[in-house]
């Protein structure tokens, strides 16, 4: 079967949820033989953060939790991650995410497949602990190597237009009640919250497809 579906992502680069869910999403459409249309929405998960901090002293400083217990969550998801055939850091910088949805956006601009493979390029070198998105030098680097025009990918970081996007997906993501991402729209009407298991992929597949 080969049936094309629209899915609308909405995603923040430093979610490992994310990572993982959109490794199963993917390994869910090749499994079901459906191309898709993929556009990369931008989320924000922690707005409140300025300074680069190591995610573990931020997880511990933001939940509340005793360190041993986030190093042990971070195993967890390290297995998760592993299970997907992803690699996966545990102690990893965190820092505004901002930046890399304006770019992003910016790749979206030169076609949705193109934003798509640049959010997934990225989020897997961070997760392998390959870049330091959080430095402005490192990312435009990298969006040149993904493949981007350098001059649109540094001209996007002070691009009122294209933060403006990134701030009208967060707000369709306020109206859909969305708390946590990842988040998938499927044909705009089956929704997708979470990392869920490869088998519910499928059939959230599946039943978009019959819709």
């Known amino acids: 079967m080969s049936t094309n579906l629209t899915i609308d992502l909405w995603t923040d680069l430093v979610c490992p949820f994310c990572y993982i869910g959109e490794a199963r999403l993917q390994s869910a459409l090749e499994a079901e033989g459906v191309t898709a249309e993929i556009h990369i929405r931008s989320f924000e998960l922690d707005p409140g953060i300025r300074e ?27 297995q998760m991650a592993e299970g997907e055939g992803l690699t996966y850091e545990t102690d990893r910088l965190m820092g505004t995410t901002i930046p ?90 089956l929704a997708i919250p979470g990392a869920v298991a490869p088998e519910r992929f499928r059939e959230a597949i599946r039943q978009a497809v019959a819709l």
Do not use: C, W
Request: no cysteine; hydrophobic share 40%.
């Open 52 to 78: 680069p901090v190591g995610s573990v002293d931020r997880l511990v400083a933001n939940k509340g939790m005793p360190r041993e217990d986030v190093e042990r969550m971070e195993g967890q998801l390290k």
């Open 100 to 189: 890399v949805h304006l770019i992003a956006q910016y790749a979206n601009q030169q076609g949705l497949e193109v934003g798509e493979r640049f959010f997934r390029e990225i989020q897997t070198a961070y997760f392998s602990g390959e870049i330091n998105p959080f430095n402005d030098e490192e990312l435009i680097d990298f969006a040149e190597r993904s493949g981007l025009d350098r001059e649109g990918a540094t001209a996007a970081l002070q691009d009122r237009e294209l933060l403006n996007i990134v701030r009208g997906d967060q707000q369709i993501a306020h109206k859909l009640a969305v708390s946590g991402v990842p988040y998938i729209l499927l044909n705009k009407r």
